[in-house]
Structure formats: structure tokens, C-alpha cells
T-cell receptor, first 114, second 117 residues
Framework: AQSVTQPDIHITVSEGASLELRCNYS??????LFWYVQSPGQGLQLLLK??????LVQGIKGFEAEFKRSQSSFNLRKPSVHWSDAAEYFC????????????FGGGTRLMVKP | DTEVTQTPKHLVMGMTNKKSLKCEQH?????MYWYKQKAKKPPELMFV???????INESVPSRFSPECPNSSLLNLHLHALQPEDSALYLC????????????????FGPGTRLTVT
């Protein structure tokens, strides 16, 4: 069955520390891959996306993600976390044969310690 | 302007009420979406409109009735809801619905937080 999994429900990091949020997918072919961020009570903002090509993609707010085909993963990273990064992060996929149909992972709530 | 607006921000309604949620975009997008997001869960797709026609209905109960009066507006009419329908309702839009090997970024509104009592 096709699925997208975020293994970590909650993550707490100290401000200034590095961050990695995990995302694994299970699809027949490599789908389009996305990371969204959602602040409390807000809509979703696209951080970055991967369609093809360079497997390390840069996004907004200093985030990057690396696509690893062998591991079916698309992990999100940031070298130095700011308190304002505290939010819910969703990995999402769209099968590349089905247009704009987004499926979201369960989300990871990031908390930042001062 | 990459903004999708939604009104109201909050809505409390009884199970016998009829209410509507409104979504608006002025980006010239021709695809619009409704998602439902329960607390601490990811968004789930409800409906997709493409060129003002209903394209996808993800087996949503008939107490939710979408409407797309024009290319900029998307409504969600609510009637006889249940307490378990309480959620954040997100609207999104994209340039087009997309097709195989072609994806258009979806822009999300801030959502309407609905409470059914």
C-alpha cells in the first residue's frame, strides 16, 4: 500500500542546535516529495519540494532536504534551529501519475528549548 | 499576491444549524481544494474543484456540500453536522489540478476552526 510515514511524533531541540526530521515513503515509483510547516491554528506553508534532479534541495527559512532513493526517505534538516521554528512539520507526497493529489504524513511537532 | 483567505476564522454551530465556510483567491488559479484536519492529525482531502466543476469527492458525507460559484470563490455548506465534524477546515488553490508528471503547488489558507456542539 502507498504510504508516507514520519516516525517521530514529537521532537525537542535546543535553540541553535541542528535538526533532522525523518520522512519515509512507500510508493511504486518515486513520487513528488514535499515538506510543509504549520504554525498553531494556521494553514500550511510549503518549505521545499523535490521533483527530480539534484537530491539535495534548498527551501525557505534555511531548511534543506535530501532525497535518498535507496532508503525511500526525504529527511528535512536545518543546521541551527531558531525558537520561531517551533511548529508542526508535515511531509507530503504526490504520485507523479496522479496530478495534484497530496497525501500527508502524520506530522512531527517540533519544540525548541531556549 | 499568493494569498488564500478564509472566513470565518472560527465557527461554532449546533447540530441543527446550517452554515457556510468561504474561501477566496485572486491568483487566477483554476483548481481549489477543501481539506479537513482533525486535532493533531494531518490534513485529509475532501473535495477538488477544477475549472469550477467538482472533480474529486473523497467519499465525503452529504452533510458537507461544496460549491464553486466562480473561479475565485469556493464555499462549503454545512448542514446537520455531528460533533465529530469539529475540525480545522483548510482551503487551498493551485494554478491547475495537475496531470501525470505535472504538479502545481497548492497554496493554503489559514483555515476555519469549526466546533459543532
Amino acid at each position: 500500500a502507498q504510504s508516507v510515514t514520519q516516525p517521530d511524533i514529537h521532537i525537542t531541540v535546543s535553540e541553535g542546535a541542528s535538526l533532522e526530521l525523518r520522512c519515509n515513503y512507500s510508493y511504486g515509483a518515486t513520487p513528488y516529495l514535499f515538506w510543509y510547516v504549520q504554525s498553531p491554528g494556521q494553514g500550511l506553508q510549503l518549505l521545499l519540494k523535490y521533483f527530480s534532479g539534484d537530491t539535495l534541495v534548498q527551501g525557505i527559512k534555511g531548511f534543506e532536504a535530501e532525497f535518498k532513493r535507496s532508503q525511500s526517505s526525504f529527511n528535512l534538516r536545518k543546521p541551527s534551529v531558531h525558537w520561531s521554528d517551533a511548529a508542526e512539520y508535515f511531509c507530503a507526497v504526490a504520485p507523479n501519475n496522479a496530478g495534484n493529489m497530496l497525501t500527508f504524513g502524520g506530522g512531527t511537532r517540533l519544540m525548541v528549548k531556549p | 499576491d499568493t494569498e488564500v483567505t478564509q472566513t470565518p476564522k472560527h465557527l461554532v454551530m449546533g447540530m441543527t444549524n446550517k452554515k457556510s465556510l468561504k474561501c477566496e483567491q485572486h491568483m487566477g488559479h483554476r483548481a481549489m481544494y477543501w481539506y479537513k484536519q482533525k486535532a493533531k492529525k494531518p490534513p485529509e482531502l475532501m473535495f477538488v474543484y477544477s475549472y469550477e466543476k467538482l472533480s474529486i469527492n473523497e467519499s465525503v458525507p452529504s452533510r458537507f456540500s461544496p460549491e464553486c460559484p466562480n473561479s475565485s470563490l469556493l464555499n462549503l455548506h454545512l448542514h446537520a453536522l455531528q460533533p465529530e465534524d469539529s475540525a480545522l477546515y483548510l482551503c487551498a488553490s493551485s494554478q491547475d489540478q495537475g496531470r501525470p508528471n505535472l504538479f502545481y503547488e497548492q497554496y493554503f489558507g489559514p483555515g476555519t476552526r469549526l466546533t459543532v456542539t
